[in-house]
């Protein structure tokens, strides 16, 4: 278990170290010009301007100086010299916003508290919701509430996710006014703020996106109610609650979480539809107007909290099965 | 029809009233897309406390299904199911799943085969008996149910049990955990044990361990047993009684002793002429029975056998074409129950195997 955790470390080391590479030779090779941008922002730009920010922030340099310093910059931190100030960017530095001059380490956590409380509440609807109707719909496999789950299930998740939450946000903010104002109010500073806030968000988010949920476990669920064990426990006399939760969905959930990890890395990495439409401002947001801005270093910055994300949610989801299916040997 | 008579002339105990088990005239019927599978039809036996019934048959041939509605096995919205199954004198057909619940692994256990799908590979060989046996004795502490396992288990003959008790089912091997399997189903002491094809995924020297296993302990907890297997070396051993089962019904009917000895409807014969024996001529070839069983969708009319059997010219007119044999005593008078037109069917036999030696 301990000489697993420690390969799977170093080889989710190995996956970041290539993603920022890879990042890093895109940008370099690709069709941008920040410092031309940068230099237009600022207003009256002229050659010799942009040629001097391209010299202050080493846009100059060939890109493996580029990369080393920036490398050099994550685990010690380093001084940044732009249009005459000297910006102090603490480690781990991923550089700084070209637009607000800000260290993108500062930005982005400010911009996680919301995504993370925007993802984790709404993976607490969905995970539960979604299991539950999809147990119920295997359970009563082939009746009419099964089809309609089914049927209703596949409606929704037909629709557009974008389109739901603008409909929701409309209706229920703007012209029915039934749901209170989102916004993301920090849970230290006022909880009750910030659990209305994020209410309409939340809900929207774990309806929409249990109902993959519900197919994937209705599936999965009826596989398991089919296997002989599950025939053992009720031939034994348990109760029907104990042969479908403890028998069925014990075995059943195993799939599904896969999945799950999976998804929880994704929104955690920023939940941009929502963000966007309930106007809240994390790391999708702050990624989408990066992107906008040709902002170079926040780009990068999320695409390796991305990679984070995805390579611990594996990790997470192989340990899980280890503790719950004993015949998994993590080696 | 001579199906539903419960008077049974192969019953061996004497005892008053009636025996401990009572199937009469069940039938099971799955409705599925492609039509009606009639997978029991008209099925009627019965057994007596420290008795030991073996029901015979091909895959299909609705042994299993039959065995599994004596627990109420069957989703009662998915099936349909006429007859009388009687545990005890308690009507099982019809009875609420609460009831059921009861019943189950509590007066009637079930031994499964395959015990490595049939445990569940999360949780721990002693958890899941005394998790059977927690669900009858709900007053019982869990270190009491512990304690029941770590018995069982001893009492099934693994060794260490008390060690053993905390391993998972994949660290068990084969036959261990059969002998887990037949542990979980004695948690209750069970009036009844039923048993699926219990040694079929085994080697031959752990398949005789676990029928001696069985033996032994139905001599010492006199309880009644199904045993339901494709095995007749099996049924040599340990039945009292055997059920022949083809397509769905009772074909052949009676004590042990008389069916293999004297055994009277051709499925019977092909069933015996399909086994090895030690002592004959390794040079003669065993006769498979030819064809394929008959499908349940659409079960051949008249005698479901009639498109395998040899001996139809045998019968007059188009009877095993026409019309289903009833079940009814051998004309020999060798005392079971037979399926067949055939006038003497022991005459024929005698005469077909009279031919055979002859080539």
Redesign the interface.
Same mark, same amino acid.
């Given at each position: 278990m301990f000489g697993y955790l420690v390969r799977r470390l170093l080889s989710a080391m190995l996956v970041i170290f290539v993603t920022s590479i890879l990042v890093f030779t895109l940008f370099f090779y690709g069709p941008s010009d920040p410092g031309l941008t940068l230099c237009e922002k600022s207003g009256r730009c002229t050659p010799e301007r942009a040629a001097l920010i391209d010299k202050a922030l080493g846009f100059d340099d060939p890109v493996t100086t580029q990369y080393a310093i920036y490398v050099k910059g994550v685990f010690a931190g380093r001084t940044i010299n732009i249009g005459g100030s000297a910006i102090n960017c603490p480690r781990p530095c991923f550089g700084i916003s070209y637009t607000t001059r800000q260290p993108v380490s500062q930005i982005l956590s400010q911009r996680i508290p919301a995504t993370v409380s925007i993802a984790l509440g709404g993976a607490l609807i969905f995970f539960p919701l979604g299991l539950l109707l999809g147990v119920l719909a295997a359970r009563k496999r082939?009746s009419a509430t099964d089809r309609m789950l089914v049927g209703s299930s596949l409606v929704l998740s037909s629709i557009p996710y974008y389109l739901v939450a603008l409909l929701a946000y409309l209706y229920l903010v703007l012209i029915w006014g039934v749901a209170p104002t989102t916004a993301y109010t920090p849970i230290t500073h006022n909880p009750v703020a910030w659990f209305t806030g994020l209410l309409l968000p939340w809900l929207v988010l774990g309806i929409t996106n249990s109902t993959a949920y519900a197919r994937f476990g209705r599936g999965s669920m009826v596989d398991s109610l089919s296997?002989?064990?599950v $025939?053992?426990?009720?031939?034994?006399?348990?109760?029907?609650r104990k042969v479908l939760i403890k028998?069925g969905l $014990?075995?059943a959930i195993v799939p599904v979480l896969t999945i799950f990890g999976l998804d929880l890395a994704t929104l955690l990495a920023g939940t941009v539809f929502t963000e966007q439409i309930f106007g809240i401002q994390g790391i999708g947001r702050e990624a989408l107007q990066a992107i906008g801005d040709q902002n170079f270093p926040v780009i990068s910055a999320t695409v390796l909290l991305a990679a984070v994300l995805v390579v611990a949610a594996n990790v997470a989801v192989d340990v899980m099965y280890s503790v719950?299916?004993? $015949?998994v040997r993590l080696s | 029809m001579s199906t539903k008579s419960v008077a049974d002339p192969t019953r061996v105990s004497e005892s008053t009233g009636e025996p401990f088990l009572v199937v009469d005239d069940l039938t099971v019927k799955f409705p599925t897309a492609d039509g009606l599978v009639s997978a029991v039809s008209n099925l009627s036996y019965s057994i007596d406390m420290g008795q030991t019934l073996g029901i015979v048959g091909e895959s299909g041939s609705g042994k299993s299904v039959s065995s599994m509605a004596v627990l109420g096995l069957h989703d009662a919205k998915r099936t349909q199911m006429s007859g009388s199954i009687r545990v005890g004198g308690m009507e099982i057909i019809g009875l609420s799943e609460t009831r059921l619940r009861r019943v189950r692994g509590n007066q009637v256990a079930m031994i499964f085969q395959d015990a490595l799908a049939a445990l569940h590979p999360f949780y721990r060989v002693g958890g899941q008996i005394s998790e059977a046996y927690l669900a009858h004795h709900p007053d019982a502490s869990s270190r009491d149910a512990r304690k029941k396992a770590v018995s069982l288990l001893d009492r099934v003959g693994i060794p260490q049990p008390d060690r053993r008790v905390d391993d998972y089912p994949h660290q068990f091997s084969g036959g261990m955990r059969q002998r887990a399997m037949i542990a979980m189903a004695l948690a209750n002491d069970p009036r009844l044990l039923i048993a699926d094809e219990p040694t079929t995924a085994l080697d031959v020297t752990v398949q005789a361990q676990i029928l001696d296993l069985l033996q032994e302990l139905q001599r010492d907890f006199g309880s009644a047993i199904i045993m339901v297997t494709h095995d007749l070396g099996v049924i040599a051993e340990m039945a009292d009684d055997v059920l022949v089962m083809y397509a769905g019904r009772a074909v052949e009917y009676g004590t042990t002793k008389s069916i293999l000895s004297k055994p009277q409807m051709p499925y019977t014969w092909g069933l015996l002429e399909s086994i090895p024996e030690m002592d004959t001529d390794p040079e003669i070839r065993l006769l498979p029975i030819p064809g394929l069983p008959p499908s349940l969708l659409s079960p051949p009319k008249g005698c479901a056998f009639h498109p395998r059997c040899r001996f139809t010219g045998e019968v007059e007119g188009d009877l095993c074409f026409t019309e289903l044999p009833p079940l009814d005593p051998a004309p020999d008078g060798s005392g079971h129950l037979i399926r067949c037109h055939l006038h003497d069917p022991a005459e024929t036999l005698s005469r077909d195997n009279a031919l055979k030696s002859e080539v």
């Open positions: 082939g296997e002989d064990y $025939r053992t426990a009720k031939a034994k006399g348990l109760t029907q028998h $014990r075995a719950i299916d004993p $015949r | -």
